[in-house]
Every structure is written in C-alpha cells, then in structure tokens.
C-alpha cells in the first residue's frame, strides 16, 4: 500500500514537471518576441522623421516655403484687382503704390528699432524708425521720384489717425480714477499744456516774428504729451512695483488723455481763427458756436450708442467698435468738410467718454479693437509726417532756431510739472521724475503739424503757407528731441529714485484697465 502511494505522487510529480518547463520556455519565446517588436519600433520611429525631412523639399512645396508662396500669389492677387479698378494709382508715381511704400517702410523702420537693444538701456519708441523711414523715402532722389501722396490723400489719412488718437483718449478717461487722484491730475493735464503754448507762442513771435495767433497754434501743438511713449514705460515700471504705491504710473496715465485733449481742442480753436476772414469777435463766436454743436452732437450719439447695439447681440464688443468708429470718422471728417473743424473733435470726445462710462468694464474689449486700428494707422501716420520733411527745403538758420524755442518752452512746461506736484505729497525725486516724464511728444505733433500745411496750401496767400511750413519742421524736430529722451528718462530714472513696491497688484487702481496708443 505505502509503495503504490509512493510510486503515484512520484507520477504525479513527474505529470507536474513538463508544462512547468513548457511554460518557462513559453515565457522565453514571449521576451523574445517583445524585444523583436520593441527594435522594430524604434527602427520605425527613427525612419518618420526622415521621411518627414524629405517632404519638406518636395514638390509642391510644404511648410514655411508654402506659406511664403500663398502669401505672394494673394498679395499680386489684390494688387492685380486694384490696377483693374484704378490703373496707374498702384503704379510706382501712383498714391496707393506709395502708400504701400510708406506703409511697408515705417513698419520696418519699427521693427529694426525695436531689435536694437542696449544693456541698461530701456527701448527706443517704434515710432521714431517709422519716422526716420518716411524722412529716408523723401531724401533719397530715385525713391522720392516714384513715391509722392496727394495732399487729399494724405490729409484724410491724418484726419482718421487723430479721430482713433481722440477716441481712444475719450475711452481711456476713467471717471473712478479721476476722483482718486483728484486735483493732480487736472493740475498736470492743464498746467504744463498751457503754460508751454503760452511759452511757445512768446519766443516764436519775438525770436520768429511769427503772428500771436500763429504762435498759440504752434504752442498747442507742442503742448500735447504722447501717450504712445508714456503709457507703454508707465506700464513697464507698474509692473515692476516702481511708484504704485503713492500711484504716479495712473497719474501720468489717467492725465496723458486729458493733456492730449486740451492741447487739441486749443490747437483746433486758434486753426480756425488763423484761417478765417471775419473780425476776432465773429472769430470767437464762431469757435464757442463750434464747441456747442460738437458738445451736443457727441452728447446725442453717446446716449445713441448706450442701447445700440444691444446686449442681446452677438459679437458685441465688435459691433460697438465698429460702429463707434465709423460714427466718429463720419463726424471728424464730416465737420471738416462742411468748415466745422473744431466741432467733430469734440464730438469725438464727448461720445467715446459718454459711451466708456457707459459700457465700464466691458470697454477694454472696444479698446482693444481700436488698438488694432491704430496699429495700422501708426506707421502710416509717421511714415506720412518723414516725407513731408524735404532737407533741400530745410535752411540751418531755421533749424537753430526752432531748436532754441522747443528748449525754451520744454524748460517752462518741466518747471511748471515741477512747481505743480509740490503740492501734491510726492517727494522732490518722484517731482523730478514725474516733471522729466512729462515730456515726450509724437503722435499729436505728427497729426496737427502736417494740418496747418495742408490748410494753408489752399489758400491765395504764400505768407500763411512759411508760418505752416515752420509748424511743420518744429513738429518733426520736436517728435525727434523728446520722444526718444522722454522714453530714455523713464526708464533710466523710474527704478532709481521712485519708490520700490514689493506687492503691485495690490494697487487700487490698475493700469492694466487703461488702453492707449
């Protein structure tokens, strides 16, 4: 009995040994065949990128060279369209072919000068390269044959560049942070503009012989701070922490809207007195007949624009934008026409601040769309103001000249900036900062000066046309002395003598909420 125990669990031992075996060969195979397929794999892996490199250069052609080539053919497209409608504008000689020349140039004069970058040392504006390119066009003899603008052309051009500068001034009012700051924002929008037009007009009419009434137009056009230099270096220090704390970035911010408006609304009220025919008090009346229509046409199509279009819509921000813009080109170029040049300015204004306290929070996204406008509009702006500037037409004398008066008067507008903040609580390096910051000019001077030589070149007499012409070169020296000094002290200063905040999105008051040019 024990013996056939025995002999049958050694059976079954036996009976239990070869699938054990089976199995572990079973397994062998299995890792071979995983490390197979795995080497297979990676040899397929390796080969895609190859084959991918090799359709890069086939044809037709994949990719970057695909994109540049779509790109060509729709561009030749539109041109091909344009000649069949207008001929010989979009030919070299032409005004759209050198409106694309300008336009092209200014945008690359841009470009480069943003590339150019300096250790401690901030950026340099965009701007001034757009300014520089437009200058180089009209100075250099083969290119400036082929490229020239109409004067209408380019009038409407600049017309439509300030109405998007004015509406984004109205829409960047902020009642809430007006009334935060309280009266030292209105004392640095007003004090400063006025007293360098006050300036300006003195020396040019005892240094220049120039008119009073010459002189307070040429003093309103300088007297208007650029917000396009301003507000991007305000925005960098914010960000930073510098001066949050005591708020002198939505001080400079909130007051560079109101400077611009009042350097305008000057600019445009002497504009009209110097072109007219009438006695000065005809002259005045007419100017304050002008501010009244502008007022009321601004404050009817602000409410207008309160319930139209309505919330309900879809894309609203979008249908806003557009139909603010169109409004406002219509009611600028609208009033100009008809010899109303102060009134759609002011109508600009006045419908955009309406509509922007209107719409709160929900305005950025308008701001936003009317930035890209402006993005356009910009180097053709100052792509249009270097080519009006010719160096055969430039005399040494006149340049010295002009040179001194904008010192003389940027010397009153930084002392008065100084003596101003003395009674607002900022200590004597913040009053230093803020009065050198104060300074810079560029997109106010590049719409108003070319204006006042396009007014006069429709009139009989050639007297007017000398004073516009010397408007004209202070308005090109001036965006050239102050816009890139102004953005240099901003930037080489604000981190060393205005006070380091360790927390600036604590700030009540955001500039993140302030879109500008």
Not at 67 to 93: A, C, Q, R, Y
Not at 232 to 257: C, D, F, H, N, R
């Amino acid at each position: 009995m024990n013996t056939t125990e025995s002999e049958n669990e050694h059976l079954e031992d036996e009976a239990s040994s070869p699938p054990t075996s089976v199995q572990i060969l079973h397994d062998a195979n299995n890792s071979i065949y995983e490390e197979t397929k795995a080497t297979v794999v990676l040899e397929t892996e390796e080969t895609i990128p190859q084959v991918e490199k090799r359709t890069c250069i086939s044809c037709p052609p994949q990719g970057p060279l695909n994109k540049i080539i779509t790109d060509g053919v729709l561009f030749l497209s539109i041109w091909g369209i344009m000649w069949t409608l207008s001929g010989h504008e979009v030919l070299p000689g032409g005004n759209l072919f050198a409106l694309l020349v300008i336009f092209c140039s200014a945008f690359l004069g841009g470009k480069l000068l943003q590339l150019i970058k300096i250790p401690t040392v901030p950026p340099l504006p965009p701007l001034l390269g757009m300014l520089l390119a437009g200058f180089l066009i009209r100075n250099i003899p083969y290119i400036s044959a082929y490229v020239h603008v109409k004067t209408s052309w380019s009038s409407t051009l600049r017309i439509t560049a300030l109405t998007i500068i004015l509406m984004r001034a109205g829409l960047g009012l902020d009642p809430e942070a007006l009334k935060q700051l309280k009266t030292a924002c209105l004392r640095l929008s007003f004090g400063p503009c006025i007293t360098e037009a006050c300036s300006a007009a003195v020396f040019s009419h005892f240094i220049m012989k120039f008119p009073w009434k010459w002189g307070f137009l040429l003093g309103f056009m300088l007297g208007a701070v650029s917000p396009a230099v301003v507000v991007p270096s305000m925005l960098l220090l914010q960000e930073t922490g510098y001066g949050v704390e005591k708020g002198i970035p939505t001080l400079l911010v909130a007051a560079s809207s109101l400077d611009d408006i009042v350097a305008i609304t000057g600019f445009n009220i002497f504009l009209s007195l110097v072109f007219s025919t009438g006695t000065v008090i005809q002259n005045l009346l007419s100017s304050l007949r002008e501010i009244f229509i502008g007022i009321l046409i601004g404050v009817i199509l602000g409410y207008f624009i309160h319930y139209f279009p309505s919330t309900d819509q879809a894309k609203l921000p979008k249908r806003r934008a557009f139909l603010m813009l169109s409004m406002c080109i219509f009611v600028v170029l609208g009033s100009q026409r008809i010899g109303f040049h102060g009134s759609g300015g002011l109508s600009t204004l006045v419908l955009t601040f309406i509509a922007g306290k209107r719409w709160s929070k929900d305005k950025i996204e308008v701001q936003k769309i009317i930035a890209k406008a402006w993005n356009i509009f910009q180097p053709l702006l100052f792509g249009l103001v270097g080519s009006e500037v010719s160096v055969s037409s430039l005399e040494s004398n006149t340049i010295g000249i002009s040179v001194i008066i904008l010192s003389l008067a940027l010397c009153v507008r930084i002392l008065t900036a100084f003596v101003l903040m003395s009674f607002a609580g900022f200590t004597l390096k913040e009053k230093i900062f803020i009065a050198l910051a104060w300074m810079p000019k560029a997109t106010v001077q590049a719409v108003l000066g070319p204006l006042a030589m396009e007014t006069a070149r429709f009139t009989t007499i050639p007297e007017l046309e000398v004073y516009a012409k010397n408007v004209m070169t202070m308005a090109f020296l001036a965006i050239l002395m102050t816009a890139p000094n102004g953005a240099l002290f901003i930037g080489i200063l604000g981190p060393k003598i205005l006070t380091h905040h360790d927390e600036p999105n604590q700030v009540h008051i955001q500039l993140s909420d302030f879109q500008h040019p």
